[in-house]
């Protein structure tokens, strides 16, 4: 673990450009990179926060043919989509790039041609999946099939989803190419190998011996895993149309590997940042004294602290990583997210139905976030944690503060007279928790870090509350300028220790006081007036709005409805029954009919009592579709009636005959019943 490191570089994953931001990339990536990188700055930290689009690989191809429309018109797409998402919630990267841009390509060409120069990868011929219809060989994404290790029968032929092994495409039982839906075949092709089982030994002792007491235990216990499993080589170059070509001769049709020119992508976002800046990028990859951090989620553990390490280590003169704080997953009303199923709360939705509140899903997410297991999101808890805790804690205690500066000294802070044991002790403890905080943030430990926080606003309040100037402030003013002079050094503190969790509250705080970078992080410890006496501070406005039930109802309401719209789409029709001759299908005797009674049946909640016109006679049917119809509704309807079924009692009702209905994909039970004009009762159906 780096002590004292001059400059920090901060690596955000690359977001693929096949669909929005959503939730789960945010508490798994996002808000802890971004927390992580505004502590530092706060502090007067080198920072460099680097992320950017990750726009080649399979998972572009898919949706390009999903959606009938070329790559680059996905990843303009998208890009722009992230990218604006990214800048309106406050994610304040010091670099976005594009691993499309022409920096990248010549960087990942110029990375994998020294290996590739200095014998660094083997060069074989293998055997891989073909789609003979297609015409293609099979990227992994392109090929499902059942996973030999757990079973899954929907497996990809990179990874199975459900028990997290990570596969090769021909190690797949009965695979299937997801382009044709023909079994693929087995089509020799040259390819170039990372040999990662040469780098065991070095992976080892950095890892495992080096750093089992700094990574998360969910980090180190994956790779631990991995190792323990055995490295075998890995290609770094496909047979694929979109993406880096492979910068070497006899290397025609076959494109960098996506994993491999990815994690490149940090690299030339920081170049392109520092030629901006007028930087030297080099030191923020190549120095010791240069502290490496990627912020990724669980699915990425392996990706950044074996191979691209082993990458690193292999080009030999790039700093590794000091730490991997991977989280784990976050799911969403007890399913796992999935943006092909829209089981997700997407960010771009979020700041239109929610606008101004970026902080309120901020803070929801760090306080629930999955660090060393997977957590849950609901709507009720969102709230909740809106309402219960910035509202009634923080934005309480805010308000008073404010409104009473401004009722009592004409918003004037006050010159403070002889500090009680309380108020000495108070601001004690005040100047306490820029250490605690920076703690659990410098260990990763985001959720932590705001619950200090939170207790800061929490100090304050019970100080008002025990305190109680609004009593006192006729007899005793003086002791009251003394208390809101005290209250007011937490408020101004909050300022500052709220930025990494709560950027836009923070900006809307420091305005209220009018505070414009007065002091920073180490100050609220240093400085004995953080907020002075006969300063002019502004007028109270709200920081955080209750929300209302109505406004949750609508989001849950959406996802309701997201469930039904994957039900009808993948619902999936009842096999054919056993083949019936004509003779068979003419005893079958249907009628249109009508109902002219209905009625509940006593002591049952499933059946109806009707009364229906055949058109040959009126008989009594009994039907088991009260929960779906009211009698009244159903009165006068026109139903397809199957008159010569074997009579039946049903709770002492003889039933002479059935009705004929179905259901829709969501469920909805209706009548089949071609109600043309013209149809007559007893019409027979052929």
């Known amino acids: ?241 979109w993406g880096i070509d492979v910068p070497v001769e006899g290397a025609e049709g076959k494109k960098l590997y996506v994993w491999f020119d990815a994690p490149i992508g940090y690299i030339s976002s920081t170049k392109e940042w520092a030629a901006r800046v007028g930087k030297d990028w080099e030191p923020y990859w190549k120095s010791e004294d240069t502290k490496l951090v990627h912020f990724i989620g669980k699915d990425n553990i392996v990706f950044h602290c074996v191979i691209f390490p082993a990458m690193l280590k292999a080009e030999g003169s790039y700093i590794l990583p000091d730490n991997v704080p991977a989280n784990e997953f976050l799911n969403l009303e007890g399913n796992k997210l999935s943006t092909s199923k829209n089981w997700a709360v997407w960010l771009h939705e979020y700041l239109l139905d929610f606008p101004e509140k970026q902080d309120v899903l901020r803070y929801a997410l760090t306080a629930n976030a999955p660090e060393t297991k997977d957590n849950d999101f609901t709507w009720k808890d969102f709230q909740a944690r809106n309402n219960n805790e910035l509202v009634a804690i923080f934005g309480n205690f805010i308000n008073r503060v404010v409104v009473l500066t401004n009722k009592y000294y004409n918003g004037v802070i006050p010159e403070p007279n002889e500090l009680t044991e309380i108020d000495a002790q108070t601001l004690t403890e005040l100047k306490a928790y820029p250490a605690v905080i920076a703690s659990s943030v410098e260990r990763y430990r985001f959720r932590e870090a705001l619950g200090e926080l939170m207790n800061v606003a929490r100090l304050g309040n019970k100080y008002l509350a025990d305190e109680e100037p609004w009593k006192i402030v006729k007899e005793n003013p003086a002791r009251v300028q003394t208390q809101m002079y005290v209250a007011l050094q937490i408020a101004a503190a909050l300022s500052v220790l709220a930025e990494p969790f709560l950027p836009f509250t923070a900006a809307k705080l420091k305005n209220i006081l009018k505070l414009n970078n007065n002091f920073n992080w180490n100050d609220i410890n240093n400085k004995s007036d953080l907020i002075p006496a006969g300063h002019q501070i502004g007028e109270a406005e709200l920081l955080f709005a209750k929300i209302e039930d109505d406004e949750i109802q609508k989001q849950i309401d959406k996802l309701e409805a997201t469930k039904v719209a994957n039900k009808a789409e993948n619902a999936k029709a009842e096999p054919q029954k056993d083949i019936i001759t004509f003779d068979d299908f003419a005893k079958v005797d249907l009628r249109i009919g009508t109902i002219i009674e209905a009625e509940k049946m006593p002591k049952a909640n499933r059946l109806l009592v009707l009364k229906v016109d055949t058109g040959i006679d009126v008989r009594t049917i009994v039907s088991g579709i009260a929960e779906h119809f009211t009698p009244e509704e159903i009165i006068g309807k026109r139903v397809t009636v199957l008159v010569n079924l074997a009579p039946r009692a049903l709770r002492g009702v003889e039933s002479e005959g059935m009705l004929l209905l179905t259901n829709t994909a969501d469920g909805k039970l209706v009548f089949v019943n071609p109600d043309a004009e013209g149809v007559s009762n007893g019409a027979m159906i052929s």
């Not at 990214?86 to 390509?105: L, V």
């Not at 079973?151 to 021909?170: F, M, R, V, W």
């Open 1 to 241: 673990m780096i002590q004292n490191p001059k400059r920090y570089t901060i690596t955000a994953a690359l977001p693929y450009t096949n669909g929005p931001i959503h939730i789960g990339h945010l508490a798994g990536v996002y808000v802890p990179s971004d927390i992580y990188a505004r502590f530092l700055r706060l502090q007067g930290k080198d920072v460099a926060f680097i992320c950017g689009s990750d726009e080649h690989g399979v998972a572009i191809s898919m949706k390009a043919r999903k959606e009938g429309i070329t790559p680059q018109e996905v990843i303009d797409k998208y890009d722009g989509i992230i990218r604006k998402s990214f800048e309106d919630f406050g994610i304040s990267f010091d670099n976005y790039s594009r691993t499309s841009s022409a920096i990248h390509h010549k960087t990942a060409s110029e990375f994998f041609r020294k290996l590739y120069d200095e014998g660094k990868f083997i060069e074989e011929v293998t055997e891989q999946l073909y789609d003979e219809k297609a015409d293609q060989f099979l990227a992994d994404r392109f090929v499902t099939g059942t996973c030999p290790k757990c079973g899954n029968e929907e497996a990809y032929g990179d990874q199975c989803e459900k028990c997290g092994s990570s596969l090769n495409a021909t190690d797949l039982i009965n695979p299937k190419s997801t382009i044709t839906g023909t079994k693929p075949v087995l089509k020799s092709t040259k390819h170039w190998f990372l040999p990662l089982d040469q780098y065991d030994a070095f992976l080892r002792e950095w890892i495992l011996e080096g750093h089992k007491n700094d990574w998360k235990p969910n980090v180190y216990g994956q790779v631990k895993s991995w190792l323990e499993d055995g490295l075998r080589p890995r290609a770094v170059t496909r047979d694929l149309d």
